[in-house]
């Protein structure tokens, strides 16, 4: 091939890169839209909606995960996730909040299911599934909301109230409303984790133990 012909398509290539970039920058910034809250109120890391695994009550340290159920990251903290909320139960509130990256073709379609499964008061059981499952249908580039409906038979759900949930547009509302307020707060990876409103910088496995052993010794 001539140089002057492998410098075009060079250049081509880069040109198509660069504009794939612009459109997937285009795509997050168009979830962060409307500003979370509305009307300008500051975001929060807990909402009153937000889904609380564990109630440790008033003077629990509260800790709060931003995840993603495709993420393999948050797939390896999940038992970790379980021992701390095992060992430290009483102690603190345990939070969970969506963050499905747009990598990943499925992140959405489970925080959809979980979040249908929540509206019969089953999340806990959805978001363990989800995880324990996570192997056989993550990373997939093909839909596996029909395995995700799958679980919800299995968990007994109603059905069609599971898939009325589904097809509500306030279900994919919620979900992109925890994302959004995530990317307000800075969460820009999963699992993000905030311990009594601090966001968590993970460096070894044991760091988040380590934040929330740190957090009941100073409140004590």
């Known amino acids: 091939m001539k140089t002057p012909v492998k410098a075009t398509l060079i250049t081509v ?9 612009a459109v997937i920058y285009f795509l997050i910034d168009q979830r962060l839209t409307p500003p979370p809250g509305g009307d300008g109120e500051p975001a929060s890391v807990v909402r009153p909606n937000s889904h609380v695994l564990d109630e440790g009550g ?18 390896a903290f999940y038992p970790i996730v379980e021992d701390i909320r095992e060992r430290f139960a009483g102690q603190i509130t345990y939070v969970v909040r969506y963050f499905p990256l747009p990598g990943h073709t499925n992140s959405t379609n489970a925080a959809l299911a979980a979040e249908a499964a929540a509206r019969q008061d089953r999340f806990e059981d959805m978001y363990h599934r989800l995880f324990e499952t996570q192997a056989e249908w993550g990373e997939s580039q093909e839909s596996r909301a029909d395995v995700f ?7 007994g759900l109603d059905m069609a109230a599971y898939d009325a949930a589904i097809a509500d547009p306030e279900t994919l509302a919620r979900v992109e409303m925890d994302f959004s307020e995530g990317r307000a707060l800075g969460v820009s990876s999963t699992p993000t984790f905030f311990v009594d409103g ?11 133990e380590d934040a929330i052993t740190q957090a009941l010794s100073t409140a004590q």
């Open 149 to 155: 409906r799958g679980f919800a038979e299995e968990l």
């Open 13 to 21: 290539a880069v040109v198509v890169a660069l504009v794939l970039a």
């Open 58 to 75: 008033e003077s629990a340290v509260t800790v709060v995960e931003f995840l993603d159920f495709e993420c393999e990251a948050c797939g």
């Open 198 to 208: 601090e966001p968590l910088e993970l460096e070894q496995w044991k760091d988040l």
